[in-house]
């Protein structure tokens, strides 16, 4: 019985030595849920690491604020989520963690390992996985299913489409911090401080108030449809380089310019074919034993070669063979004789070969044919209309979920 009362003593000693080693605080609590150092701690390090930023005291200090309070937003978004009865499975965390490992280009089956090696608890990545699962149930459930985009309000927008097509069109990624966060100017200039080419998409992720999608890279946007301070202020922006901050009425947003191109004007019933080819020259034009070679050679492949990928990686590889992607090209600047191969051609496979002056062709069409470029075009606009709505919509939940919380920050 005393051995017992020692050994209990012991223990109790010995985790109160823990607790005051590791200095283990309250930094909030959120409703009944608290926060402690420790989940800072971890966050942070997690945060670190997937924007390699380098780990020491000035830069934690200064990231802070910003990571407690998207650990205060995961808690409440995980607390809503409970009350409606919206859940995730393990299975639902595994796919999103095998995804995560396919971005980060780690073995399968490695992030959480990782991560407890660099001293990063797993439970610190398996809470911020199953809140982003949750809320993005949550917002289907709540916003996206009835959410509505008027027919007026499409049709608005696109004929001002039709009417400025030919206008630049710009690739962006984009961060974007609202101006219902108190301290908007003081963390966008933060984020700026530390922002690279690199890092720029996982800091979206990690403090970017708008929803981040992981197709970031293909968020082309007509510069009709931009906010006027970010049109102009991106205007001049050199492709692969970041704005300054761009404050506007909704929000402050920092700009990187992925991509930019010219587009072409829009007309009626255009049918637009996204094409590659393989050209093979002659010698000369009569001869016709090398033009057989060739012909033949391109009915071999059209049994091998599957996908635009696959022919671009064979072009690179056959020393004689020219080529590569054409890009969308509308049907009426396309000669009969190769609008001819590409009549019912499916997507992905060789044509037939066509000859030429210029030598012996192969096209491919890259993906699907567009008949009716207005339908297409206003499937698009509808779905920019809505996600913009939705967008905004998920904010002003969040923001209404944390005016009716008990939120308290104690000093960090």
């Known amino acids: 019985m005393i051995k017992a009362q020692i050994l209990l003593s012991l223990l109790f000693y010995f985790m ?51 990571v407690l309070d998207s650990l205060i937003n995961e808690a409440l978004k995980i607390q809503e989520a409970n ?26 089956n490695s992030l959480l390992l990782n991560y407890k090696e660099k001293e990063i608890s797993e439970i610190t990545i398996l809470n911020q996985i199953r809140s982003q699962l949750l809320w993005e149930k949550l917002i289907y459930n709540i916003i996206v299913k009835n959410i509505r985009v008027s027919e007026k309000r499409i049709s608005e927008t696109f004929d001002l489409l039709v009417k400025n097509s ?74 692969g380089k970041i704005s300054l901050p761009i404050k506007t009425s909704a929000g402050i947003y920092i700009i990187l310019l992925n991509n930019k191109r010219k587009t072409k004007k829009i007309e009626k019933d255009q049918t637009i074919y996204d094409l590659s080819q393989i050209l093979f020259k002659l010698d000369n034009l009569n001869n016709k034993k090398q033009e057989k070679y060739y012909k033949d050679f391109l009915s071999n492949l059209k049994k091998t070669v599957k996908g635009c990928a696959d022919l671009k990686k064979l072009i690179g590889e056959i020393p004689e063979g020219f080529g590569g992607e ?42 699907p044919v567009i008949n009716n470029t207005y339908l297409e075009l206003k499937k698009t606009v509808e779905n920019n209309l809505r996600k913009n709505k939705v967008d905004s919509a998920a904010q002003s939940l969040l923001n209404r979920i944390r005016r009716k919380a008990l939120i308290e920050i104690n000093s960090l």
């Open 326 to 367: 054409l890009g969308r090209i509308d049907s009426k600047n396309i000669e009969k004789p190769f609008l001819n191969v590409l009549k019912d051609l499916p997507v992905g496979e060789l044509s037939k070969a066509v000859a030429t002056k210029d030598g012996i062709h192969g096209l491919m069409i890259c993906s």
């Open 83 to 108: 009350r409606l009865g919206i859940f995730v499975s393990n299975q639902e965390v595994t796919d999103q963690i095998n995804r995560l490992e396919k971005r980060l280009k780690i073995e399968k």
């Open 166 to 239: 030919g206008e630049t069109e710009y690739n962006i990624s984009e961060i974007f911090i609202s101006l219902d966060n108190i301290e908007a100017e003081q963390r966008i200039k933060s984020i700026y401080s530390k922002i690279t080419n690199q890092n720029f998409l996982l800091l979206a992720e990690q403090f970017s108030d708008g929803i981040v999608s992981n197709n970031n890279r293909n968020n082309w946007t007509r510069e009709s449809l931009l906010d006027v301070d970010i049109k102009n202020s991106i205007s001049n922006l050199e492709v």
């Open 16 to 66: 109160v030595f823990l607790l005051k080693s590791y200095e283990v605080t309250i930094v909030a609590k959120v409703n009944n849920e608290i926060i402690t150092s420790i989940d800072l701690e971890n966050r942070l390090r997690m945060a670190l690491d997937l924007s390699k930023l380098p780990n020491n005291e000035e830069i934690k200090e200064r990231l802070k604020p910003r």
